[in-house]
C-alpha cells in the first residue's frame, strides 16, 4: 500500500503536516483486489485493458481519500516464470518501507523484513541471503514495487498474507491454495481496517 504525499526520507515540506489524501494499493491477484473494489465501490478503469496494458486498476473516492487498487493482471504471452540461478548484484539491496507504529498497534500486526530473489521456488543460496538479513518473506513482486517507490519518493508499506510456506511437507499446489482463501480473507479485512485508520491522518499519526 503506498501512502501518497511524501516519505520519511525525501518528504517534501511541510507534507508530513498535511493530511494523508491519496492511497494506492497493489495486489498480485484478482481474488485481493475484487473484495477492495465492492467495499468501496470503486470503479474499473478500463483506459488500461484498451491501452493493452494487463494491470487492472480500480478507482474512486471514500471519505476523505482517493482510492486507487491496481491487479497486475495477467501476461498472456509470458505468464510467470522463474529461474533457478541466483544472481548476487540482483538480490543485494535495502528499501526502507514507512514505519507505522500506531498502525501496526491498531492493527495487531506484526513487523518484518521482505526479501526477495532471483528464483520463484527457494534455493540454498536464496534461504542464507535470507536468514542472514533476518527476513520473514520472499516477496518479489513487493521488491520491485519498493524499488519503485525509492525513485519516486513516496512512502510505503506492505501489508501482506502469506499464502505459500516454503518448508511444508504438502506439495505446492496444496499448499497455495489451501492458505490462498484464509489468507485473501485476513487481507482484505487488514487493508480495510488500514484504510479507515489513515483516514484524516497525517503520516507522522501512522
Not at 107 to 132: F, M, R, V, Y
Not at 137 to 144: I, Y
Not at 153 to 160: A, G, N
Request: proline content about 4%.
Amino acid at each position: 500500500m503506498a501512502v501518497v504525499n511524501g516519505d520519511e526520507a525525501g518528504v517534501p515540506e511541510g507534507a508530513q503536516s498535511r493530511p494523508i489524501s491519496s492511497i494506492v494499493i497493489i495486489t498480485a491477484v484478482q481474488s485481493q483486489a475484487l473484495p477492495l473494489a465492492e467495499k468501496f465501490q470503486l470503479v474499473e478503469d478500463a483506459a488500461l485493458s484498451a491501452e493493452g496494458f494487463p494491470w487492472v486498476r480500480y478507482s474512486g473516492v471514500y471519505k476523505n481519500l482517493c482510492l486507487n487498487v491496481i491487479w497486475l493482471g495477467k501476461d498472456l504471452a509470458l505468464g510467470t516464470a522463474g529461474g533457478l540461478k541466483v544472481c548476487d548484484l540482483y538480490c543485494i539491496g535495502t528499501r526502507q518501507a514507512f514505519s507505522t507504529p500506531d498502525l501496526l498497534k491498531e492493527l495487531n500486526l506484526k513487523a518484518g523484513k521482505l526479501s526477495t530473489g532471483n528464483s520463484l521456488d527457494i534455493c540454498p543460496q536464496d534461504e542464507k541471503l535470507i536468514t542472514a538479513n533476518d527476513a520473514a518473506v520472499k516477496d518479489m513482486e513487493g521488491a520491485a514495487i519498493a524499488y519503485v517507490a525509492d525513485l519516486l519518493k513516496i512512502p510505503i508499506i506492505f501489508i501482506k498474507a502469506v499464502s505459500y510456506i516454503v518448508h511444508d511437507e504438502k506439495p505446492d499446489s496444496d499448499n497455495y491454495l489451501k492458505n490462498l482463501m484464509g489468507g485473501s480473507v485476513a487481507l482484505d479485512e487488514a487493508v480495510v481496517r488500514a484504510i479507515e485508520f489513515t483516514n484524516g491522518k497525517r503520516l507522522s499519526e501512522l
